[in-house]
């Protein structure tokens, strides 16, 4: 959450999407990010990292969010809120 309020301040988005274009010379645009751009991102970083993906494994957006998911539950994170 204190990710998602930085990012909404620093971008001052307050309506439309909240995942936006960025361009070049860093200026938040209004336009959402294209369906396909957290995945490239992810990509380009991981090669920027030195990463080496094998074609065999996926490295997906959807893939970040279940290993998020398993690494907080097996940490002892609760599965619902009291």
Do not use: N
């Amino acid at each position: 959450m204190r990710a998602l309020a930085a990012w909404l301040q620093a971008s001052d988005c307050r309506y439309g999407p909240v995942f936006r274009k960025i361009d070049v010379w860093g200026t938040v645009e209004q336009r959402a990010l294209h369906p396909d751009a957290v995945r490239q991102i992810l990509r380009k970083r991981a090669a920027a990292a030195g990463l080496a993906v094998a074609t065999t494994e996926r490295l997906s957006p959807r893939g970040l969010r279940a290993g998020f998911v398993t690494a907080a539950y097996q940490a002892g994170a609760a599965t619902k809120q009291s």
